[in-house]
């Protein structure tokens, strides 16, 4: 009895060897959502004043396939996808909903006047508290809605011209072809 208390901490090395092991196999980029194919949250957020957008709320969202970005001023990832979301808004490929997250409202308006607005509503969420309904983890972060509301992918990171190509804009017309 006595040798096999010596074993244990052996064994509980290799179980968290194991663990751990199996942890550097995941993808960090992917993240998993519990929302996703479920509705969207219930929520009503204040107009970004200034920013000649109308507020953000989950009625604004339904109704059309879109998405919905969590940015910041202070965010420097969601500067490098900016150009992304100003051409789709351009070219009106499908329409985008902004959150700014844990931002000044008139830093937020500075960074839109300077970069331009791509959004159709900007919702100010100056608490954080609807993005932790939306489960985000952080800026920028990249949601996929159908009409229905239901959340259908979740980017966490910038998006990329690979990301827009191969994920978002194949999804964007399969779901616009379901409804």
């Known amino acids: 009895m006595k040798r096999a208390l010596y074993f244990l901490p052996l064994a509980a090395f290799f179980a968290l ?8 196999t995941r993808d960090p980029s992917k993240i998993p959502s ?5 509705p969207i949250p219930e929520f009503a957020l204040p107009e970004l004043a200034g920013a000649g957008r109308p507020a953000l709320s989950t009625a604004a969202i339904k109704g059309e396939v879109a998405l919905v970005n969590v940015f910041a001023s202070w965010c420097l990832p969601c500067k490098v996808e900016h150009p992304i979301f100003m051409r789709l808004a351009r070219e009106r490929v499908v329409p985008i909903h902004g959150i700014s997250y844990k931002d000044k409202a008139e830093d937020s308006r500075r960074w839109l006047a300077d970069l331009g607005n791509p ?44 990301i827009l190509d191969r994920q978002i804009l194949p999804l964007v017309e399969r779901l616009r072809r379901a409804s």
């Open 17 to 24: 060897a194991g663990y751990f092991g199996w942890g550097l």
């Open 34 to 38: 519990a929302l996703i194919d479920r």
């Open 119 to 162: 959004y159709t509503a900007i919702g100010w969420d100056f608490d954080g508290r609807v993005a932790i309904d939306w489960g985000v983890y952080g800026v920028p972060e990249t949601f996929v809605v159908d009409r229905t509301g239901t959340i259908r992918f979740k980017h966490v990171g910038p998006i990329t011209p690979e």
